[in-house]
C-alpha cells in the first residue's frame, strides 16, 4: 500500500500545471487575508530567489519533486506580488465617514441590481458638496426613490446620504468594502429625492464609451421586456423579468419575491450571469454552426466544421459578454469559455482540467482579488468537478446493434438521466461547503432544482433568447415566436423555483464555521478534483469541514459598527432593538448565528425591552440587561444615571462624561466604535467578552476610510 501511494504521489508530476493556479491563489488569499498593508519587495524577493532555486535544481538534473515543490512555492510568492500589485493599481478615493447629505453631480454608468428599497444606479461623479477634486471617488452606488431610474449616459444631480462602503456587519463577515476597493467603488448612498437630468461637459472618452454600451445594454433590455410581453399577450410578467436577468444582467424588471424564490430553490446563479448562461448560449451556436455546415456537403468537404464552428462560439462569448455587463461572474465565465473554444482551434481537448486551469490562472492573474469571493469559489469548484467526474466516469456501451428502438430509446435515456442527477449532486456537493459559510443555507431539494430548471434553461430559454435576439435585428414582430418560446420557459423556471423554495422542509439553516474550517473545505475539495488515484478521497473529509466543524458559542448581544442599531440572542432566536432599521444587517446576523427571526419582530422586542426615540432599556428581569442612547444628542444626567444603574452593558452613541453609576455597567462609546467596528459580546465569567470587527479586518487600504460602520 505504501509502494502504491508512492508511486500515485510521482504521477501526479505530470499534473503540476493543474497545482498553478491553485498555489497562485494561495498567494493572493495571504496577501488579502494580512492584518496590515505590506510592502510588495519582500514577496517579490521571495518569488525570484525561488524561481533562480527552481532553474538551478532544473539545470543541475535535480528531482522533479524538488523542482515541482520550489516551482509551486514560487508560484504562491508571485501571486501574493500579483495581488499587491494589483491593490495599488486601483487605488482612488474613499468618501469619508460622517460626511452626512450632500449634491451629487455626475454621470450614470449603469443601473445596478436593486436594492430592497428601491432601483440603483452606478455614478461617475464629477462633483460632491463638501470634497474637494482630489477627493473625489471613482464610482458611487446610490439608491434612489422607486421610479428614479435614469438611463446611462445621462449626467444628473441629486441629494443623497453618502457613507464609505459598508465594512462587515459583524465580526467576521463577508467585507464588501474590500470589493468595493477593487471595483472602484469609494461611496454608497441613499438618495434623498429623484434626480434631476442636467446639461454636463462631455467625459473622458472611456467613461463616454462605457457609457454608450450600457445603454445599449439598457435600451436592449427595455425592448426585449416589451417585446416579450407583447409576445405572450400580455402576460409575460416575470417571465420577461427573468429573460433580461439572464440576457442584459438587468433585474428591474423582475420581482423581489421571485428573486427570493429562486435563491431559496437554490437557483441564484441563474440571477447572476455565468457558466451556465454562456455555456448554454454559446454551446448552441457551436452545435448550430456544425450542424448547418454539416448539412451542406459543398461547405462541408471545404471548411474544418468544428473549427469554424469554435470560431463561431468565440464571438458569441465574446458578444454576451459585452451585452450581459461584463460583471465578474460573466468575465470568469467568458474566460473560461474562450479557453475552451481556443483549444479546440488549436487541435486540443477542449474540456478537461488543463483548460480549466489555465482559465483559472489567467482570471487570477487579471484579478486576484476573486480567490476570496463567493462566485470564484462556487464555479471554480462546481466546474472542477464535474471535469473531474467526467474523468472517471464509465463509458456506457452502445446499445447492441438490432435493438428494438424503443428499448434503445429507454436505454439512451436512462443513461442520460443518470448523468445529469450525477451533475446536479457532485455540483451541488462541490458549492455546498460555501452555500453554508456565506449565505447559511442548505436548499435541500436543490439537486432536483438544478436538475429540472438548469435542463429548461441549457435546451429552452437561453437557445431561444439567442434566436430572438438575432431576429430583432431584423424588426420587432419578427422574433415573436422565440420570444413566445423564451417566456414560457423562463415561466417553467420561476414555477420551479416556487415549487421548491416553498415546498416542505425546502431549506435548513446552519451558522457559519471558522474561517479555517472553510479553507480547508476548499483545498479538499480541490484535492479530490486534482489528484488522480484513489488517495484522492482523503479530500473528502476536508472537503466536509465546513459541514461538520463544531461551532462556538453563538454570541448574546450584537451592535452594529456606529451603536446605531443592536440585536439580542434570546432562545435560539434574534430580537432586534430596531425592527425594521437596517433589517440587512441583523438579519445577516441572525443567518450566520444560526439564529431564528420572530415574524413578529416589534412584539418580540416589546416582551424585552421599553424603547422610545432617544433610547432603549431592558425590562425588569431580563439578563443580560442592555441599554442604548440611540441619538447623538447627549442625554440628560439623571437619565444618563438611570441608563447606567439599569444597565449591565450600555452602548452610547452621544460623547459624554460617565457618572459614577455606570461604574458596574460595560459601557460601549463612539470611541470604540470608531476603532473597533461592529462587535459580538460574549459572556465570561462574571464579565464579558468583546469580539471587534475592525481587528479581523486588520489596517487595509480599504479598512482605513470608514468607522467600521
Known sequence: MGRGALAQARAQLDRVFLWVPVAFGLGAALYLGWKTEPPLWPAAAVALALAAATGVVAWRAGGRAL???????????????????????????????????????????????????????????????????????????????????????????????????????????????????????????????????????????????????????????????????????????????????????????????????????????????????????????FFSLRFLIAAWPWLAVRVNGKKVAAAGGLLAVGAYLVLSGAHAPARRAAITAAVAFTAILLDRRAVSLRSLALAALIILLTEPEVVVQPGFEMSFCATASLVALAEIWPRAPQPAPGLPWPIAVFQRAKDWLIALFMVSLVAGAATGPFAIQHFNRIANFGVFANLTADFVASVAMMPALAVALLLELFGHGVAQPALFVA??????????????????????????????????SYLG???????????????????????????????????????????????????????????????????????????????????????????????????????????????KPERLAELCARSDILVLRADVTLPGSCREALVLRPGDFAAGGAAEIYPAGRSWRIEWSQPLRGARPWSLSDNGG
Open 67 to 285: 523542482r515541482s515543490v520550489l516551482l509551486l512555492a514560487a508560484v504562491v510568492a508571485v501571486g501574493f506580488s500579483v495581488a499587491k500589485l494589483r491593490s495599488d493599481a486601483v487605488a482612488a478615493p474613499i468618501l469619508p465617514a460622517g460626511l452626512g447629505v450632500a449634491e451629487v453631480q455626475g454621470w450614470v454608468v449603469d443601473v445596478d441590481t436593486p436594492s430592497q428599497s428601491g432601483p440603483r444606479l452606478l455614478i461617475a461623479p464629477t462633483y460632491i458638496s463638501h470634497l474637494t477634486t482630489d477627493q473625489l471617488p471613482l464610482r458611487v452606488r446610490i439608491v434612489m426613490p422607486q421610479g428614479g431610474v435614469v438611463a446611462p449616459g445621462q449626467a444628473i444631480d441629486v441629494k443623497a446620504l453618502l457613507d464609505p462602503p459598508p465594512a462587515p456587519a459583524a465580526p467576521g463577515a463577508y467585507d464588501f468594502a474590500r470589493d468595493a476597493w477593487f471595483a472602484g467603488e469609494g461611496g454608497v448612498g441613499l438618495a434623498r429625492g429623484a434626480p434631476q437630468v442636467i446639461a454636463a461637459p462631455p467625459p473622458p472618452w472611456r467613461l463616454r464609451l462605457l457609457m454608450a454600451v450600457n445603454a445599449f445594454r439598457w435600451a436592449t433590455a427595455e425592448r426585449l421586456a416589451a417585446d416579450m410581453n407583447a409576445a405572450m399577450d400580455g402576460h409575460a410578467g416575470d417571465a420577461a423579468g427573468l429573460a433580461v436577468a439572464v440576457t442584459t444582467s438587468h433585474q428591474d424588471w423582475l420581482s423581489a419575491e421571485v428573486r427570493g424564490d429562486l435563491r431559496a430553490a437554490g437557483l441564484a446563479h441563474m440571477l447572476a450571469i455565468a457558466g451556465l448562461h454562456t455555456a448554454a448560449l454559446s454551446g448552441f451556436v
Open 487 to 520: 417566456g414560457w420557459a423562463a415561466k417553467a423556471i420561476i414555477g420551479l423555483g416556487k415549487l421548491f423554495a416553498t415546498a416542505p422542509g425546502a431549506a435548513s439553516t446552519a451558522s457559519s464555521a471558522p474561517q479555517a474550517a472553510l479553507m480547508l
Open 525 to 635: 475539495i480541490l484535492f479530490v478534483c486534482l489528484w488522480r488515484g484513489w488517495l484522492r478521497w482523503l479530500g473528502l473529509p476536508l472537503a466536509a469541514a465546513v459541514a461538520i466543524w463544531p461551532r462556538p458559542t453563538a454570541p448574546l448581544i450584537w451592535v452594529a459598527g456606529d451603536g446605531a442599531d443592536a440585536a439580542l440572542a434570546v432562545r435560539g432566536q434574534e430580537v432586534a432593538l430596531r425592527p425594521g432599521v437596517r433589517s440587512y444587517a441583523t438579519d445577516l446576523w441572525a443567518q450566520r448565528r444560526g439564529l431564528a427571526v420572530p415574524a413578529d419582530m416589534t412584539t418580540a422586542r416589546g416582551a424585552l425591552f421599553d424603547c422610545d426615540y432617544w433610547s432603549c432599556e431592558a425590562r425588569p428581569g431580563v439578563t443580560p440587561a442592555l441599554g442604548i442612547w440611540w441619538t447623538r444628542r447627549e442625554p
